[in-house]
């Protein structure tokens, strides 16, 4: 897959991004509102994972050219803003899933653990 990661804390954007690549996926990252804009308008994605609060603009803002340059997108908010209201209006952009941080955090760290469940060899020999 081809995933677009828009985060402006470079430490999660690194994290997340390598995680992702480190399980055979093509990763692009973009720190900002404007780098986003850009990477979308150029290039195609399977899923975009989208932070709200950008420095320079609004995520929710980017929902609109998603729409257009990319509209086969499954696109998934990651964002600290954890209100009903904000879940509401990012699913009714057309966001498929809302995330908050920091769950989304202990999520990164779970899987990692449990990256080798591909692997696992269930009783009765099922895999």
Sequence with gaps: MKILVIEDEQYLLEAMTGYLARENNVCEGANGFRA???????????????DI??????????????EKENPEAGVIIVSAR?????????????????L??????????KADAVSDFDNFQFKGGIK
């Excluded at 609060?53 to 998603?66: H, K, R, V």
């Excluded at 954890?82 to 498929?96: E, H």
Aim: glycine letters at 12%; charged letters at 20%; hydrophobic letters at 40%.
């Design 36 to 50: 986003a804009s850009e990477k979308i308008s150029l290039y195609s994605y399977d899923v975009i994972v989208l």
């Design 100 to 109: 908050t941080k920091p769950g989304f955090i202990g999520f990164w760290t």
């Design 53 to 66: 609060t950008l420095p320079d603009g609004s995520g929710l803002d980017l929902m609109p050219l998603i």
């Design 82 to 98: 954890g209100s009903l209201d904000d879940r509401v209006n990012g699913l009714d952009l057309g966001a498929d899933d809302y």
